[in-house]
């Protein structure tokens, strides 16, 4: 079995920060929807918003509006 955690980020440079929170949250929904049309069970999957907690990469912003995704082996 797996757990599948998907966060999704965005960048500092645009958006107060509660918006940058729902923006990374609804990044990690979209990959989450796709993951369900595919077949993976809900059960196996959380998301979360980071927000612009974590950044990638301080010179590319583009680079922190992202999904990371964590599958993790119990």
């Known amino acids: 079995?797996?757990?599948?955690?998907i966060s999704g980020f965005a960048d500092e440079v645009t958006g107060e920060k509660s918006h940058n929170k729902i923006l990374s949250k609804n990044r990690a929904q979209k990959v989450l929807d796709f993951l369900?049309?595919?077949g993976v069970p809900p059960s196996?999957?959380?998301i979360e918003g980071k927000g612009q907690t974590?950044?990638?990469n301080k010179e590319?912003?583009?680079t922190n509006r992202r999904v990371e995704i964590l599958i993790i082996k119990q």
Do not use: R
């Open 36 to 38: 369900l049309s595919k």
């Open 44 to 46: 196996q999957c959380s």
């Open 54 to 56: 974590s950044k990638f």
């Open 1 to 5: 079995t797996h757990t599948i955690k």
């Open 60 to 62: 590319l912003y583009d």
